[in-house]
T-cell receptor, first 112, second 112 residues
């Protein structure tokens, strides 16, 4: 079982729909990242969370440390939101075991 | 403010050769980390440098090595290339090991 599990793997939505992508992890973490990757490879860091909720424009990220779960929400989705969304957790207490582990990603396609 | 710059963007090498990839971090960032992305394994952590010292290392063979210079620029080297090393190699920089990471566009390496 992967340390970081994302669901769904693929998601197709119509423009304007509310989107939720989930991330569950099995290790203790110090931070969780949500990343966006467009075709061509470049990755953009959307959020880094260690507790609570963050909002940036139409994007909202939440994390529940006790349940080891995070969600990324996109309100009023748009075709330009089509991308792969990747959850990554930073675990370890420092020193040589401090590392970033990634989920497999969620491919989001928003149709006009 | 310039982002993270990786060079070259694309590279084709032959099995058995070696390759060096370069990453210039955002000005003021002292931490550089490297990742390998393949269709089968997704994103995997290679190593992380801070102030010219390797702080963390992922589960990759010794053919993968790196270094960081005094100006925080980093290089990654892969020796005795194998077909399975074909991947997108991404680097990310951050102010410190625990701060938010900013990714470059990646170097797409093809081994033939």
């Amino acid at each position: 079982k992967n340390e970081v599990e994302q669901s769904p793997q693929n998601l197709t939505a119509q423009e304007g729909e509310f989107i939720t992508i989930n991330c569950s992890y099995s290790v203790g973490i110090s931070a969780l990242h949500w990343l966006q990757q467009h075709p061509g490879g470049g990755i953009v860091s959307l959020f880094m969370l260690s507790s609570g909720k963050k909002k940036h424009g139409r994007l909202i990220a939440t994390i529940n440390i006790q349940e080891k779960h995070s969600s990324l929400h996109i309100t009023a989705s748009h075709p330009r939101d089509s991308a792969v969304y990747i959850c990554a957790v930073r675990s370890g207490s420092g020193g040589s075991n401090y590392k970033l582990t990634f989920g497999k990603g969620t491919l989001l396609t928003v149709n006009p | 403010k310039a982002g993270v710059t990786q060079t070259p963007r694309y590279l084709i090498k032959t099995r058995g050769q070696q390759v060096t990839l370069s990453c210039s971090p955002i000005s003021g960032h002292r931490s550089v980390s490297w990742y390998q992305q393949t269709p089968g394994q997704g994103l995997q952590f290679l190593f992380e440098y801070f102030s010219e010292t390797q702080r963390n290392k992922g589960n990759f063979p010794g053919r993968f090595s790196g270094r960081q210079f005094s100006n925080s620029r980093s290089e990654m080297n892969v020796s005795t290339l194998e077909l399975g090393d074909s991947a997108l190699y991404l680097c990310a920089s951050s102010r410190t090991i625990r701060s938010e990471a900013f990714f470059g566009q990646g170097t797409r390496l093809t081994v033939v």
